[in-house]
């Protein structure tokens, strides 16, 4: 049956809206980029009428980007999911950044996100100690590491280079048991910091170091690919990178952009996390198997608003140290 041409325009006109009712959030994102569309299809399928744009690229890349837009006055995205709190404290200290104090953080650790609720951790990406079990011994604290025997024998990437290694440097300089001497106790036995994870976990899998100083997502999968290496949470505790999602104080798109960081922090979005081979910071989900559970490790956190004030000091101390 033919449709009369009043009809014809009022489906037409129904079509046309119900296009654009569909409301449109932007992300940028430093995860990997299949991680990255799992966590925006799974977002997607659990809130139909929001979409989600998404850029991937590199933390520091994103902040360069980021960075000209500010300037511009033109800031694209309305959520940030990235993996450094520094740079996220930055922007907080800069007003770029919206409170959202109503976000579902009950039952996580508090250092898992910003004292001021504008950013918040969704994984626990935790740093501690790779031992090589066919030439090293576990051990149980930091600085156990700091023993003649291991002279030139520990890998650590270096903070001038890795966000991660940052990220811990900060955390273990303000930890009181822990603090600058564990550097200079690395100095001492002839340690060189460089480059990133990779080469480090290299050095460890192969045995050209007994230790290292590594994510667990490196050690963990070297181990389940037949290298001889595992992983320890040392029990001052681990540095972690949270991945923090927050969202822009500019959002045009406030009620959307809550709804993403509820997804990422709800049970569903931690599931999500530990799927994806990451360990949830959500108490009750499992880590993925073969991962330590949050609840056997302690978090080392640190102020990341005054991290943010004193990170070039802090930089070239470490530098200073290990005349680099």
Do not use: C
């Not at 273990?172 to 002839?190: K, R």
């Not at 991962?291 to 470490?318: H, W």
């Amino acid at each position: 049956m033919k449709l009369s041409m009043l009809a014809l325009a009022t489906v037409s006109t129904l079509a046309f809206s119900t296009a654009y009712a569909e409301e449109t959030i932007t992300l940028y994102t430093s995860q990997p980029p299949e991680q990255a569309q799992e966590t925006v299809d799974a977002f997607e399928a659990a809130n139909p009428e929001i979409k989600v744009n998404w850029t991937r690229n590199g933390t520091s890349a994103l902040m360069n980007v980021m960075r000209a837009e500010i300037e511009a006055g033109q800031i694209q995205p309305d959520v940030l999911l990235v993996a450094d709190p520094i740079n996220l404290g930055t922007l907080k200290a800069e007003g770029h950044l919206m409170a959202y104090p109503q976000a579902p953080v009950d039952g996580y650790d508090q250092a898992a996100y910003d004292k001021d609720m504008t950013f918040f951790g969704t994984k626990a990406i935790t740093t501690g100690i790779a031992y090589n079990t066919e030439i090293a011994e576990p051990v149980k604290s930091w600085n156990d590491l700091l023993i003649e025997d291991n002279r030139g024998k520990i890998a650590v990437p270096s903070p001038l280079y890795s966000g991660a290694a940052l990220n811990h440097l900060h955390a273990l300089i303000n930890d009181q048991n822990i603090g600058w001497g564990f550097y200079e106790g690395l100095n001492d036995l002839n340690i060189v910091p460089e480059g990133g994870n990779g080469p480090a976990t290299k050095a460890v899998a192969s045995g050209m170091a007994k230790y290292a100083i590594i994510v667990d997502a490196n050690t963990l999968r070297a181990k389940a690919d037949g290298s001889p290496v595992d992983y320890i949470a040392p029990k001052e505790g681990v540095s972690f990178i949270g991945e923090p999602v927050a969202i822009m104080s500019t959002t045009e798109h406030e009620d959307a952009a809550k709804k993403f960081v509820d997804f990422l922090l709800s049970k569903q979005g931690q599931e999500l996390v530990s799927a994806q081979g990451n360990i949830p910071l959500m108490p009750g989900v499992a880590a993925p198997e073969g991962y330590p559970d949050l609840s056997s490790m302690k978090l080392i956190g640190y102020d990341v608003d005054a991290a943010v004030e004193n990170n070039d000091q802090v930089r070239a101390q470490f530098a200073d140290i290990f005349g680099l």
